[in-house]
C-alpha cells in the first residue's frame, strides 16, 4: 500500500522496485500473522503485482468517488479503500488469502509500515553510497589542485 504520492509509471523502474519490496513485505506479513496467507514467493509476488497495478489504475477512480468521505475522514478512509484493495486481491489470486474486512485492514497498515522500513534503508544505502561519492570526488579536485600549485619553475621575483 502506500501513503505517499510517490506512485511512479508503470513502466518505471521505481514502480517495479516497490513491487518487489510490496511482495517481500506480503510475505514477511504471512510468515508472522495468521490474518493472511500466501502459498509462497511466486504468489507473494503475483500479489504484490496485482496491488500495484490496483493501486495504479483503481485506487485513484476509488479516491475521486470517496473524496467527500476523504476530507470528513481527513483522509483516514484511505485506509478502507487499502482494505478493499486487499481483499480484490484476495479474490483475484487464489494463492493469496485474507480472511476478512478487518483482517485486510490490518494486513494493509503491516504490509504499509513494513514496506516503508525496506524502502527507507534502501534510499539510505544510496543515500551513503552518493555521499562517499561526493567525498571521493571532491578529495580527487582537491589532490589535482595540489598538483597544479605544485611547479619546478623558480621563483624569480624581486626580494629586495
Same mark, same amino acid.
Given at each position: 500500500m502506500n501513503f505517499s504520492n510517490d506512485n511512479p509509471s508503470i513502466?518505471?523502474?521505481?514502480?517495479?522496485?516497490?513491487t518487489l519490496i510490496m511482495a517481500i513485505s506480503i510475505f514477511i506479513t504471512c510468515y508472522?500473522?495468521? $490474518?493472511? +496467507?500466501?502459498?509462497? #514467493? *511466486?504468489?507473494? /509476488?503475483?500479489?504484490a503485482l496485482i496491488i500495484s497495478l490496483l493501486n495504479a $489504475?483503481? +485506487?485513484p477512480v476509488? #479516491? *475521486?468517488?470517496? /473524496?467527500?468521505i476523504m476530507v470528513t475522514t481527513l483522509g483516514?478512509?484511505?485506509?478502507?479503500?487499502?482494505?478493499i484493495i486487499i481483499l480484490l486481491t484476495s479474490y483475484f489470486l487464489k494463492g493469496f488469502e485474507v480472511?476478512?474486512?478487518?483482517?485486510?485492514?490490518?494486513f494493509s497498515i503491516i504490509i504499509t509500515v513494513i514496506s516503508f522500513i525496506i524502502d527507507l534503508t534502501i534510499k539510505l544505502y544510496q543515500t551513503k553510497k552518493q555521499v562517499e561519492n561526493t567525498f571521493k570526488a571532491n578529495k580527487?579536485?582537491?589532490?589535482?589542485?595540489?598538483?597544479v600549485e605544485e611547479t619546478d619553475y623558480e621563483d624569480v621575483t624581486d626580494k629586495d
Amino acid at each position: 500500500m502506500n501513503f505517499s504520492n510517490d506512485n511512479p509509471s508503470i513502466l518505471s523502474a521505481r514502480f517495479w522496485v516497490k513491487t518487489l519490496i510490496m511482495a517481500i513485505s506480503i510475505f514477511i506479513t504471512c510468515y508472522l500473522f495468521s $490474518f493472511a +496467507k500466501v502459498d509462497g #514467493v *511466486l504468489d507473494a /509476488l503475483l500479489a504484490a503485482l496485482i496491488i500495484s497495478l490496483l493501486n495504479a $489504475f483503481l +485506487k485513484p477512480v476509488l #479516491v *475521486l468517488f470517496s /473524496l467527500p468521505i476523504m476530507v470528513t475522514t481527513l483522509g483516514l478512509f484511505n485506509l478502507v479503500i487499502n482494505a478493499i484493495i486487499i481483499l480484490l486481491t484476495s479474490y483475484f489470486l487464489k494463492g493469496f488469502e485474507v480472511y476478512g474486512f478487518w483482517d485486510a485492514f490490518l494486513f494493509s497498515i503491516i504490509i504499509t509500515v513494513i514496506s516503508f522500513i525496506i524502502d527507507l534503508t534502501i534510499k539510505l544505502y544510496q543515500t551513503k553510497k552518493q555521499v562517499e561519492n561526493t567525498f571521493k570526488a571532491n578529495k580527487s579536485n582537491n589532490n589535482l589542485e595540489d598538483k597544479v600549485e605544485e611547479t619546478d619553475y623558480e621563483d624569480v621575483t624581486d626580494k629586495d
